[in-house]
């Protein structure tokens, strides 16, 4: 597996308050965007990555199937941002997204909960493998609006679903098979609120490589407006 990955604060935020994490060895890639006052966002995000870190290789290690290795690695990461949320008054509240895929052999395991995203591109197309756990994929789930008016919509950044918020969460885990050549694009909502999903297509596949591609991507989501912290992983398989 080959990637580039990119994280940038963007043109307004003065705070990155997003984080990744990519271990080649067990075949992980996972974004997050922090919430809360202060800093509590970066800490949340950070926490949920060390926490992937430490935890999803020792439970591969002792032979915990990787669907639930993932799954129960991405609930402690809850269950710890909460229990930390509780002791210090200043991250009262702090919550972050996850996007993980773990690849095991040809299949990909996903876990998610949030707004960031994971998409799948085999032979120049594109598919979305996340859904939004977010009011504007609600109202677009209910026909209330449509793609480009969710893209502008006043309240894109509020959340149904998020990490550490509760003491315990549902997050989405899906499989699937990859094939050789396949692409695997993560990203926070920095890069999405800017570009559509044939915009992400056109960016990659004009691309010669994942370096060049990654940095078209940050380039045009700055060039739009850069409004939110922007965080990019582009992996072949």
Same mark, same amino acid.
């Given at each position: 597996?080959?990637?580039?990955?990119?994280?940038?604060?963007?043109?307004?935020?003065?705070?990155?308050?997003?984080?990744?994490?990519?271990? #080649?060895?067990?075949?992980?890639?996972?974004?997050?965007? =922090?919430?809360?006052?202060?800093?509590?966002?970066? $800490?949340?995000?950070?926490?949920? *990555?060390?926490?992937?870190?430490?935890?999803? #290789?020792?439970?591969?290690?002792?032979?915990?199937? #990787?669907?639930?290795?993932?799954?129960?690695? $991405?609930?402690?990461? !809850?269950? /710890?941002?909460?229990?930390?949320?509780?002791? !210090?008054?200043?991250?009262?509240? *702090?919550?972050?997204?996850?996007?993980?895929?773990?690849?095991?052999?040809?299949?990909?395991?996903?876990?998610? $909960?949030?707004?960031?995203?994971?998409?799948?591109?085999?032979?120049?197309?594109?598919?979305?493998?996340?859904?939004?756990?977010?009011?504007?994929?609600?109202?677009?789930?209910? =026909?209330?609006?449509?793609? @480009?008016?969710?893209?502008?919509?006043?309240?894109?950044?509020?959340?149904?679903?998020?990490? =550490?918020?509760?003491?315990? $969460?549902?997050?989405?885990?899906?499989?699937?098979?990859?094939? #050789?050549?396949?692409?695997?694009?993560?990203?926070?909502?920095?890069?999405?609120?800017?570009?559509?999903?044939?915009?992400?297509?056109?960016?990659?596949?004009?691309?010669?490589?994942?370096?060049?591609?990654?940095?078209?991507?940050?380039?045009?989501?700055?060039? /739009?407006?850069?409004?939110?912290?922007?965080?990019?992983?582009?992996? @072949?398989?």
């Amino acid at each position: 597996m080959r990637w580039t990955q990119v994280t940038d604060t963007g043109l307004v935020r003065k705070l990155n308050e997003d984080s990744l994490y990519v271990s #080649p060895e067990i075949g992980l890639l996972a974004v997050a965007d =922090g919430m809360g006052g202060h800093q509590a966002g970066e $800490v949340a995000s950070g926490m949920a *990555m060390r926490t992937l870190e430490s935890e999803l #290789p020792r439970l591969l290690r002792i032979g915990v199937s #990787p669907q639930k290795a993932l799954l129960d690695s $991405v609930n402690k990461a !809850n269950v /710890s941002i909460h229990e930390r949320s509780l002791l !210090n008054q200043e991250l009262k509240g *702090m919550g972050t997204t996850i996007t993980a895929c773990l690849k095991q052999k040809s299949n990909l395991f996903i876990a998610h $909960v949030g707004d960031s995203r994971a998409y799948l591109l085999r032979n120049g197309n594109i598919h979305q493998l996340t859904q939004d756990h977010s009011l504007v994929q609600e109202l677009l789930r209910n =026909g209330g609006i449509n793609e @480009e008016q969710a893209m502008l919509h006043p309240q894109r950044n509020v959340l149904t679903r998020a990490l =550490g918020t509760e003491q315990s $969460v549902q997050v989405d885990l899906d499989i699937l098979r990859v094939l #050789p050549g396949d692409l695997l694009l993560l990203c926070t909502d920095g890069l999405t609120r800017y570009l559509s999903q044939d915009e992400l297509s056109s960016a990659i596949n004009s691309a010669p490589d994942t370096d060049v591609a990654v940095h078209i991507l940050l380039s045009k989501a700055l060039e /739009s407006g850069g409004a939110d912290n922007i965080t990019i992983i582009l992996a @072949e398989i």
